[in-house]
């Protein structure tokens, strides 16, 4: 049973993490040895995909393939169990695709932002959880205490320094994502490197000291020039672009008197809740918002169904 009734994009991984399991190195290696064990396959950060019946879906691979393909634990994450079945996946980096070659015929590689939607909403959960881990993996190859490269231990989930004994985990970025509103309008803003016409909603990550409800006040504040006076959740989204965990907001305001910073935002503008759902509709002539693969959408979408 889902454990909110929210279901963002990349959220929903059926997998069994088994994580009391990752520090048996001999059990993972059985695993990966087993004949029935299996892995999903990223190429520079792109999944192996698959159209079956007209339907995309990740392409499984063996998981003794995986092995043999990775050299080692550097390429390899012990993702979790589906009941009894091990699952893993396998990190290949490089410009030669390998669809064309070692994996020829088992399915080609696709950007998993175009992908997210097509797939089932459990398996572009699976697919971010590996994305996400390869982007912090490549990313702390080094010891953050004495420099030295680190090794992966603990199935892929934890990297440790033979040099200095540091232990490393993967890495989660907070972030404030809020829907300010005030007198039956929503507040949007946008970056000037955005498409043209593209609103939003604001956010920032969390400083250290601070709560998720401080981080929204002031990132309003900073941004638009607002007084957050009541902050409710609303859901989260993990965002694999690249380690992010999307905190959904919405956001009362004392005034509607809003001023965009010129840094994070050249503009701001005022919806309604019927131009919210006309925006959702893309039926505002030369505006639009985000997709529905992103948590923005999500919260532009309860507020304008909500009842004034």
């Not at 033979?162 to 970025?173: G, I, L, S, V």
């Not at 893309?282 to 959408?297: T, V």
Request: aromatic share 8%; with cysteine; glycine share 8%.
């Amino acid at each position: 049973m889902p454990l909110s009734a929210i279901a963002n994009v990349f959220t929903g991984n059926p997998l069994d993490r088994a994580s009391e399991r990752r520090p048996d190195a001999a059990w993972m290696d059985a695993k990966l040895e087993a004949g029935d064990s299996l892995a999903v396959a990223l190429w520079n950060g792109q999944p192996l995909v698959e159209t079956k019946d007209g339907k995309v879906q990740l392409s499984y691979i063996p998981a003794d393939m995986a092995q043999e393909l990775s050299g080692g634990w550097e390429r390899l994450l012990f993702m979790g169990l589906w009941k009894e079945t091990a699952v893993f996946a396998l990190d290949i980096e490089g410009g030669a695709d390998p669809a064309e070659g070692p994996l020829q015929g088992l399915g080609r590689f696709q950007d998993l932002r175009s992908l997210a939607m097509a797939l089932p909403g459990t398996e572009a959960a699976i697919a971010a959880t590996a994305k996400g881990m390869f982007e912090w993996r490549r990313k702390h190859r080094h010891c953050a205490n004495c420099g030295e490269p680190s090794a992966p231990q603990d199935g892929g989930w934890k990297r440790v320094c033979p040099a200095c004994k540091a232990e490393h985990f993967p890495r989660t970025d907070p972030v404030s994502i809020m829907l300010a509103t005030h007198n039956g309008r929503c507040l949007m803003g946008r970056q000037a490197i955005w498409p043209k016409g593209m609103f939003s909603a604001l956010a920032g990550f969390l400083e250290p000291g601070e709560s998720i409800e401080e981080c929204c006040a002031r990132e309003l504040k900073e941004e638009a020039g607002l007084n957050a006076v009541s902050v409710r959740y609303h859901s989260t989204q993990p965002w694999p672009y690249p380690n992010s965990l999307m905190i959904g907001l919405i956001a009362e305001v004392d005034s509607d008197e809003a001023t965009p910073d010129q840094t994070e935002l050249e503009a701001v503008r005022w919806f309604t809740r019927e131009e919210a759902r006309k925006l959702l509709a893309g039926e505002l002539e030369g505006l639009f918002c985000p997709p529905p693969l992103a948590i923005a959408h999500q919260l532009l979408k309860s507020w304008a169904n909500e009842e004034d």
